[in-house]
């Protein structure tokens, strides 16, 4: 069986994570972990890049789940990296057709069922998240040297 055919028989695809399988489940909106199932990150928690086709998010590999930064963080788990993935049509176009009611096979020209996927992963060097840490953890020491002058 062909990709497509596995999908309209009922089995879900699967995209890599950081070396975490996850089933790519649109009607639920979530990516499940395939060996821990009560794991599971939320499309609806994710960012959308620019152009619209691919989700972004930081994410823990060891723990296996998003990972959010703040305005103030002034550390980073060292098994953090920036995800990104293909928007739902990319990743279920049969699970995406189903939920506008449209054929199976709607989808298939454009957007070409595959079974399992890798994300892309981006080490946080190449993000700005480092940078910016650094700059919170210098405005920190300063702060903290106007206070003991004081």
Do not use: C
Not at 10 to 29: S, V, W
Not at 91 to 102: E, N, S, T
Not at 131 to 145: D, F, P
Request: proline share 5%; net charge positive; hydrophobic share 35%.
């Amino acid at each position: 069986m062909n990709a497509l055919e596995k999908r309209i028989a009922g089995i879900l695809p699967e995209i890599d994570i950081a070396g975490h399988t996850y089933t790519i489940d649109i009607k639920l909106q979530e990516l499940r972990n395939k060996k821990e199932p009560w794991k599971n990150l939320k499309f609806d928690q994710m960012v959308m890049s620019e152009n619209g086709e691919n989700y972004l998010f930081f994410f823990r590999s060891r723990r296996q789940e998003l990972f959010y930064a703040s305005q103030e963080m002034i550390h980073v788990p060292k098994d953090v990296v920036m995800v990104e993935i293909p928007h739902e049509l990319h990743l279920d176009p049969v699970g995406m057709a189903r939920k506008y009611g449209m054929a199976d096979d709607y989808f298939q020209k454009g957007y070409p069922m595959q079974e399992k996927r890798i994300a892309n992963i981006t080490p946080l060097e190449k993000t700005g998240l480092l940078e910016h840490v650094a700059q919170n953890r210098r405005q920190q020491k300063t702060q903290n040297a106007k206070g003991q002058k004081l």
